[in-house]
């Protein structure tokens, strides 16, 4: 016997239709260049989506599934184009405006990307990329003179009226946006996000227990848009209604900590470097921002170390999410609010398993695998994590050659590798490509800079392999201090040996100014496994 249920496609016109007509006059809220702010409301934001989409396909003969790349910090003709090219049957497709310009020029071509929607504050980067990823148009975004060879988004715009406009049927399994991993273990590589993946994707991510938006909220996403799908929250806010604030070129956290206060944020998320800066703004000038509306802070990208969501939490009152996910993952794929199960335990357990990446959102489900198989949900044995759901990558696009990312049962084998407590939380413990391997052993360096970021002295640690005749790998560590504070590699190392088996302590403590990010801010661990390659054999 079938449903007798009404076949209603999952897609984005229907998030944008909900915003536009139940939250007319809420506010997208925009910090320009030159720093003034600018107003508008979602039917204005909705109007302009649907006539951008109308322009790309009249003006400029787009059609179903034509690629449509940004190139834009986070504002609102991002987010028009964000929804408005999905809700007129074309694909967005963010870009990385911090990766090198071959790799973008790659990126574009890869994706068969036709028009370009670009920042005219961003121009020389476009210019160094432009002609070899081949585009048959340019768009120029904000104030200012229009650059040669481009047409300026406002003309586009003026071009259609509102006769143009045509709400389109979309099936729900095209495809809505595009978007590279952001390269930090390999070559980036394309995911396609379907509109049922982003329909589902929107009402889970909006849930209690998941990152818990509603229409009371207003949302300042410090992560950019062209990263994994800017967590989904350009959909998820406009299908509940909630204000959308973007702080568009300034990510400093004086400038964000002012976003917050002025506009009353009350859900802010990005990765942990962002977190970092924000912590030392608010422990040098406790009293500085009124934050008493800031409920929610989502970290993820990396791990956020145990260290940071007590000092946000005890000192400043402000509630960390630790989320994990990827790019492959749309990207939600876990988030660590605790049940009413590690809600009974001691302060001190419920902060370690805040730190953990928490239990998986619904409808995604995991497993992870070891050399011998499935390994059991004990919070002991590790096993690389492979999952399945509504919105998991399917494979690449155009890269054949990927197809052992899947299994042969369809998981996605995510390369990192974790363990899973009897309760669903999961911890990631590493990268694949990142645990150092000792003597046939794993030790998880995510675990390590965990630690080594819980001692007072330390702003930053990254802990790396380097190779070792004897053990195959060793654990360094590559340590910033705090200004002003001191600390020995040997105290550091006592420092974790209560803590750790004494064969996963690191044989070396290198001391720098800075640790290397890559273009999402996350530690370039490459980098520094080329300046410290040959540190082992020279400490022996
Ligand atoms: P890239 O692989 O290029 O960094 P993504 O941003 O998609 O691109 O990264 C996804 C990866 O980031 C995950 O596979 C995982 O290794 C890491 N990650 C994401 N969130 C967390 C987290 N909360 N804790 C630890 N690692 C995380």
Redesign the pocket.
């Known amino acids: 016997m079938q449903g007798l249920i009404m076949d209603y496609q999952l897609n984005v016109p229907a998030i944008l239709r909900r915003g536009e007509q139940l939250f007319g006059e809420k506010e997208v809220v925009t910090r320009l260049p030159d720093r003034s702010w600018h107003r508008t409301t979602y039917a204005e934001f909705g109007a302009r989506a649907r006539r951008l989409g109308a322009a790309l396909r009249k003006e400029l003969g787009l059609t179903d599934g034509d690629r449509v790349g940004t190139f834009c910090w986070n504002h609102y003709q991002h987010l028009e184009t964000y929804i408005g090219a999905p809700v007129s049957g074309l694909v967005t497709h963010t870009l990385n405006l911090r990766l090198h310009p071959d790799d973008l020029a790659y990126i574009a071509s890869h994706a068969g990307d036709r028009v370009l929607i670009a920042d005219k504050v961003l121009w020389p980067l476009v210019e160094a990329f432009r002609e070899r990823a081949g585009f048959e148009h340019v768009v120029a975004v904000g104030a200012g003179e229009t650059p040669d060879g481009a047409l300026d988004y406002e003309d586009l715009l003026a071009s259609v009226s509102e006769t143009d406009v045509e709400e389109r049927e979309i099936d729900e399994r095209a495809a809505a946006a595009m978007c590279y ?6 070559r ?1 590589k394309g995911v396609v996000y379907s509109h049922r993946a982003i329909a589902v994707h929107t009402l889970a991510a909006a849930m209690a227990g998941v990152l818990d938006i509603s229409e009371k909220d207003v949302v300042l996403p410090v992560v950019p848009m062209f ?2 799908n800017a967590w989904g929250f350009p959909f998820t806010c406009t299908l509940t209604g909630a204000v959308q604030v973007f702080p568009g070129p300034h990510l400093d956290p004086q400038s964000l900590l002012e976003a917050f206060a002025q506009e009353g944020v009350t859900v802010t998320a990005g ?2 470097t962002i977190w970092t800066g924000i912590l030392q703004a608010l422990d040098a000038d406790p009293g500085g921002w009124d934050l008493s509306r800031l409920r929610a802070m989502v ?6 170390p145990q260290s940071m969501i007590e000092g946000f939490e005890r000192r400043h009152g402000i509630k960390v999410v ?8 749309c ?1 939600l ?2 988030v ?1 609010e605790l049940t009413s199960r590690e809600r009974a335990l001691p302060e001190a357990e419920q902060y370690a398993y805040r730190a953990k ?1 928490g239990i998986p959102a619904p409808y995604v489900e995991i497993r992870a695998r070891g050399a011998e198989g499935l390994v059991p949900w004990d919070g002991e044995t590790m096993g690389e ?1 492979e999952v399945r759901g509504v919105w998991i990558a399917s494979s690449y696009h155009d890269a054949p050659e990927t197809a052992d990312r899947w299994t042969d049962d369809g998981w996605f084998r ?3 590798i974790v363990t899973i407590e009897p309760n669903g939380f999961i911890e ?1 413990q ?2 694949a490509k ?1 645990l150092v391997k000792s003597g046939g052993e794993w030790i998880s360096t ?1 675990a390590l800079e965990n630690a080594l970021m819980g001692h007072p002295a330390v702003l930053e640690a990254a802990v790396i392999a380097v190779p070792d005749e004897k053990w195959s790998e060793r654990p360094l560590a590559v340590v910033v201090l705090r200004e002003g504070a001191t600390a020995t590699g040997e105290e550091l190392r006592e420092h974790l040996a209560p803590r750790f088996a004494k064969w996963w302590l690191p044989d070396r403590v290198e001391f720098v100014d800075e640790i290397p990010k ?3 801010g ?1 530690f370039r661990k490459t980098a520094l496994r080329e300046r410290f390659a040959d540190a082992a054999v020279e400490s022996r």
Request: cysteine-free.
């Open positions: 991993t952001s390269g930090t273990t390999g980036p990263h994994a990765v942990p970290v993820g990208g990396s791990a956020a630790h989320a994990w996910g990827m790019t492959e993952t990207p794929g876990s660590s990446q994590l995510t390369g990192d990631i590493d990268r990142d995510v890559t273009a999402v996350k």
